[in-house]
């Protein structure tokens, strides 16, 4: 799980109230490691991992997250998917992605 550098990690629709990320792992039954965002480009991931990420409404750090997710996404899972980091405050990723949408 990666937080924000300074150890936030946001909600959700209220990211505005940060999750506890120590209780979240400790209901996981699997290991965890905590880290933050300016982690990801120095971990070696395995075929298998997960990575749960937070993203912020600061345009600095949502670039830096894309740039840096772009290059794992096809290697892991990744939570919330990249196509979702992409439609974060992004109005026309949102609508090029809905007019491709099967289900209109």
Request: hydrophobic share 35%.
């Amino acid at each position: 799980m990666c937080s924000l550098p300074d150890g936030f990690y946001g909600s959700t629709g209220q990211s505005w109230n940060q999750l506890n990320v120590v209780k979240i792992k400790s209901q996981l039954d699997f290991e965890v490691a905590i880290k933050s965002i300016l982690d990801i480009q120095d971990i070696e991931f395995n075929k298998d991992d997960i990575l749960i990420y937070t993203s912020s409404p600061d345009e600095n750090i949502r670039d830096y997250l894309k740039s840096t997710l772009f290059y794992i996404n096809d290697e892991i899972e990744i939570i919330p998917s990249y196509e979702m980091l992409m439609a974060h405050e992004d109005k026309g990723f949102k609508a090029k992605k809905r007019d491709r949408s099967v289900f209109r």
